[in-house]
C-alpha cells in the first residue's frame, strides 16, 4: 500500500475532527517517531480547539519519562519501541492532559536505527479512552522515513476514529 498523500491525510484528520466533535471527545496525542505530524494533521483543521487538547513530541528516553511518566524499568527492559512503552505513553498522555481520548506512537522510522527483531518500519501504536483500557497494535511499514510516517500518521487516526465507535 502507497503511503498517504497529504491530500489523504487532511481528509482523515477532517473526518476523525467531525466524529470527535459529535462525540464531544477531546484528543490528545503523545508521539515519538512521527514527532508531531499527527498533532499537525488534526490542528491542521479549522475549529480544531473545539476537539484537539495538546500534543506531546516526546522523541529522547528522558521526554517520555518526564512528558509521559513512562517508568525507566520499562524504557529499560523493553526499549522505547514496544508494546509495553506504547501503552505507558497513551496512558500517561492522559494523565497528563485534560483529553479524553489518546493516541500515542513510536517506532523506527529509518533509514538507521533498525534490528533484527525490530527493523526500520516498526511502530507500535496506541490508543486509549480516559477510564478505559489501553489498546496497542504492532504495525511494520514499508517504505522511506517519510512513507514509514505518513503510514504511522494514518494509521493512527484510523485507530483514534475505531475506538470512538
Known sequence: MPAP???ELDRLAQALGERLLAARQMLVTA???TGG??????????GSSAWFDCGM????YEAKQALLGVRPQTL????????ETVVEMVSGALVHSGASVA?????????GGGSPDK???????????????AKAELFHFDGDRDAVRRQTVAAALLGVDGILA
Open 37 to 46: 505530524w499527527i498533532a499537525k494533521c488534526m490542528t491542521d483543521v479549522a
Open 31 to 33: 508521539e515519538s517517531c
Open 119 to 133: 527493523p526500520v518500519g516498526t511502530v507500535w501504536i496506541g490508543w486509549k479512552r480516559r477510564g478505559g483500557y
Open 76 to 83: 529499560e527492559a523493553y526499549g522505547a519501541v514496544s508494546r
Open 103 to 111: 493516541v500515542a506512537v513510536t517506532g523506527i522510522a529509518g533509514p
Open 5 to 7: 498523500d497529504d491530500h
Open 57 to 60: 513530541a516526546a522523541y529522547s
